[in-house]
Nanobody, 124 residues
Framework: QVQLVESGGGLVQAGGSLRLSCAASGLTFSSYAMGWFRQVPGKEREFLGA????????NYAESVQGRFIISRDNAKNAVYLQMNSLKPEDTAVYYCAASKSVLGLRVGSSYNYWGQGTQVTVSS
């Protein structure tokens, strides 16, 4: 079955960096666009960014543009989220997701598979 497993979350001070990884299995990874989302309890899931199948194009939410970078390695079936200049408001559970679609990647319903999430906590 398809599995997406995030790792790399943890506690970091404001201004610091973290790199999240998402390892995919059970699917033809290069056939899926990949996205990153986050969610705070009691709030809606927030789109962070997405990367197309080939990795040639990325798209980011304004809230993280210039601070977060998405990359992928199709040979390793992995997608990454490099997070820099972290702020306390970046504290959330972070999810990776896989989409067969090429459109609507800012919308969660466009994604076919989701990881279980990894907690990121940014202290002030």
């Amino acid at each position: 079955q398809v599995q997406l497993v995030e790792s790399g979350g943890g506690l970091v001070q404001a201004g610091g960096s973290l790199r999240l990884s998402c390892a995919a299995s059970g699917l033809t990874f290069s056939s899926y666009a990949m996205g990153w989302f986050r969610q705070v309890p009691g709030k809606e899931r927030e789109f962070l960014g997405a990367i197309i199948r080939s990795g040639g194009t990325t798209n980011y939410a304004e809230s993280v543009q210039g601070r977060f970078i998405i990359s992928r390695d199709n040979a390793k079936n992995a997608v990454y989220l490099q997070m820099n200049s972290l702020k306390p408001e970046d504290t959330a559970v972070y999810y990776c997701a896989a989409s067969k679609s090429v459109l609507g990647l800012r919308v969660g319903s466009s994604y076919n598979y989701w990881g279980q999430g990894t907690q990121v906590t940014v202290s002030s």
